[in-house]
């Protein structure tokens, strides 16, 4: 079956850290870029960072550059997520998400449950 | 880059169509071929529906038809069913060194 399923979310302090990690399965996953997008409760859709096949290369939203880290690990089927300094604001559903075309970013085919990050 | 604009809202009835619209600017959907849209049912996650500004991914009903013109990309829905009523975001590739931006989203209520 093809999937991906997130795992790490939690309530964390403002200042705090968290790791998200997603698991892929189903399909060759070191084919393909991957990426998170975030959605903030009641609100819309957030690109957050990209990553490409092999661990390069990667990129950030500017609401998140220094403090989040993407990794992926080919050999566990893993995309992971690290969340640091973390702000009320990144208080979201985080989605694991396939992306798709000739360019990152050009579409994401796939998307994960998501897990919720509370920081308060 | 400022989100894409769609309206916040949107209504058609049963059987009947209605179209969505999401305006960018000459650097995002006015440059590129790459828009996408996704639909959102309430507590569940996005699913793709349009790619590459008109393609249908395998399983999305032709009843989902997306178009381009200049900087505003829209989706017009079809023979409108119950099952259509969620949210739909549009979302466009931005540049190599940027990220896509999604719009803010629209209600589209089946009535």
């Known amino acids: 079956q093809v999937e991906l399923v997130e795992s790490g979310g939690g309530l964390v302090n403002p200042g705090g850290s968290l790791r998200l990690s997603c698991a892929a399965s189903?399909?060759?996953?070191?084919?393909?870029?991957m990426s998170w997008i975030r959605q903030a409760p009641g609100k819309g859709l957030e690109y957050i960072s990209y990553?490409?096949?092999?661990?390069?290369?990667?990129n950030y939203a500017e609401s998140v550059k220094g403090r989040f880290t993407i990794s992926r690990d080919n050999a566990k089927n893993s995309l992971y997520l690290h969340l640091s300094s973390l702000k009320v604001d990144d208080t979201a559903v985080y989605y694991c998400?396939?992306?798709?075309?000739?360019?990152?970013?050009?579409?994401?085919?796939?998307w994960g449950q998501g897990t919720l990050v509370i920081v308060s | 880059q400022s989100a894409l604009t769609q309206p916040p809202s949107a209504s058609g009835s049963l059987g009947q169509s209605v179209t969505i619209s999401c305006t960018g600017t000459?650097?995002?959907?006015?440059?590129?071929?790459?828009v996408s849209w996704y639909q959102q049912h309430p507590g569940k996650a996005p699913k793709l529906i349009i790619y590459?500004?008109?393609q249908r991914p395998p399983g999305v009903p032709d009843r989902f038809f997306g178009s381009k013109s200049g900087n505003t990309a829209s989706l017009t829905v079809s023979g409108l069913q119950a099952d259509d009523e969620a949210e739909y975001y549009c979302s466009s590739y931005a540049g190599l060194s940027s990220l896509d931006i999604f719009g803010g989203g629209t209600k589209l209520t089946v009535l």
């Open positions: 189903g399909f060759p996953f070191s084919g393909y870029y």
């Open positions: 990553i490409g096949s092999n661990g390069i290369p990667t």
């Open positions: 000459s650097s995002d959907i006015g440059a590129y071929n790459y």
């Open positions: 998400v396939r992306d798709r075309g000739n360019v990152a970013g050009q579409f994401f085919d796939l």
């Open positions: 590459d500004v008109t």
